[in-house]
């Protein structure tokens, strides 16, 4: 089985997708994009991308990759992730100027940022801002990322759990073609109707009440909603899509008629898939 990623190694990407997959090949590629597109044209079985962290919230890119693409959620999984300030060797906390990370890891860092005065510059992952650091040789510039990525890129930590919130989080999915999915008949997803979660997309008309009349639709059939939120349409200016995960499976007789009442307040629906809660992965 092949796997892709968005990173090099020592990305929180990386070390999600050897936990989940640690079988698999793992192709590294340096988009979000690229790592989904190589689903869509059979390069890779599975694609392992970031959608959501507790601290800093969704993950953009991602959710519009979910609602504009064919592939489907078989899974989620959730990363504790501990960032780490890093240097090369001989270089000190109180020598840094310049922090180098993904925009995630910035943001869930901010206030350690702020109080120290850093100057800040994104990277397309941590792992490749270590590597930058390392290669740039200053002791005046540090990196944000795991502490595994200071081994492999022969860095200094230089402050520990510099995260923001000490329950610092981020879920990953794993998106695969709908097809192999829904073949997948060993899957227990797709077999029980509770202890599972859904994902929905879907736009409504704009007119007065849709939206309500959409979210009622859920309630009407016992469906609680553990979280809502929007995103602009890139083909319609101020015009949204909107992203839900439910409670239940969306693959049982219950669903199927909720489903075709969704239909009708909607302007367009998508399936993202079933998937079980709670999944932890642990780095120890």
């Not at 192999?180 to 929905?200: G, M, R, T, W």
Request: aromatic share 8%; proline share 3%; glycine share 6%.
């Amino acid at each position: 089985m092949k796997v892709s990623y968005s990173g090099i190694e020592g990305s929180f990407a990386s070390i999600a997708a050897s936990l989940i997959c640690p079988d698999a090949e793992r192709i590294s590629y340096r988009t979000f994009q690229e790592a989904y597109a190589a689903v869509e044209k059979d390069i890779c079985e599975a694609a392992i991308l970031p959608i959501e962290n507790s601290y800093a919230g969704e993950v953009g890119q991602v959710t519009d990759l979910m609602f504009h693409g064919d592939l489907i959620v078989a899974g989620v999984y959730e990363l504790p992730v501990v960032h780490y300030l890093m240097g090369i060797e001989g270089s000190r906390a109180d020598q840094i100027k310049t922090v180098l990370s993904h925009p995630q890891a910035l943001e869930q860092c901010s206030e350690y940022i702020l109080s120290h005065g850093f100057m800040t510059q994104s990277c397309e992952n941590t792992a490749r801002a270590a590597r930058e650091t390392a290669e740039r040789a200053d002791v005046s510039v540090a990196a944000i990322a795991s502490k595994l990525t200071a081994r492999l890129y022969g860095l200094t930590v230089l402050e520990e759990r510099i995260n923001d919130s000490p329950d610092n989080t981020t879920r990953f999915a794993v998106l695969k073609k709908q097809a192999q999915v829904l073949s997948e008949e060993a899957d227990p997803c797709y077999n029980v109707e509770d202890n599972v979660n859904s994902i929905l997309m879907f736009t409504v008309r704009h007119t007065s009440g849709t939206l309500a009349r959409a979210l009622s639709v859920l309630s009407d059939f016992g469906y609680n909603m553990r979280m809502i939120r929007s995103r602009p349409l890139k083909n319609k200016n101020w015009e949204y899509y909107f992203y839900t995960e439910v409670e239940g499976s969306l693959f049982t007789e219950k669903a199927k008629q909720m489903l075709s009442g969704l239909r009708y307040e909607c302007g367009e629906l998508k399936v993202l898939g079933t998937y079980q809660p709670g999944l932890q992965l642990s780095q120890e």
